[in-house]
């Protein structure tokens, strides 16, 4: 897999990957990849990340069955950054129930929420 050569994953051995909506190219969420996850997301077709926090690979929809297939993977100019291009099943991305993470913006020097709980993260994931 020599492909993965040019890719410029960080001292932590990872790299952000930025996932898309293949139809409206809202930005869904940010996540890190370390080799391993964006070699399994290319031979699956679907979204594999890095979890920093669990220390292991998690692919995306393993619990909540929101699965993200891949339809392409670009890399930045620089290598620092990969760009899937997905569908997003389920149309939730965000663990928090809503479409995408990106759901917060700011507004006069305030942090205002933008996008609604489209479903209850404790009838997701059964906390």
């Known amino acids: 897999m020599a492909w993965l050569d040019a ?25 890190w990849m370390n ?31 929101h699965v993200q297939k891949v339809e392409s993977i670009r890399l930045d100019c620089d290598g620092d950054a990969v760009l899937l291009s997905i569908r997003q099943h389920g149309g939730i991305a965000c663990h928090t129930g809503r479409r995408r993470c990106l759901f917060r913006q700011l507004v006069n020097g305030q942090w205002q929420t933008t996008d609604p709980v489209l479903k209850n993260p404790g009838d997701i994931y059964g906390q």
């Open 7 to 31: 890719v410029a994953f960080d001292e932590n051995g990872l790299v952000a990957a930025i996932a898309q909506d293949a139809d409206s190219g809202d930005v869904l969420m940010l996540a």
């Open 35 to 65: 080799r391993a996850a964006l070699a399994e997301t290319a031979r699956l077709g679907e979204a594999v990340y890095f979890s920093r926090s669990r220390q292991r690979l998690w692919h995306k929809g393993e619990r909540s069955g």
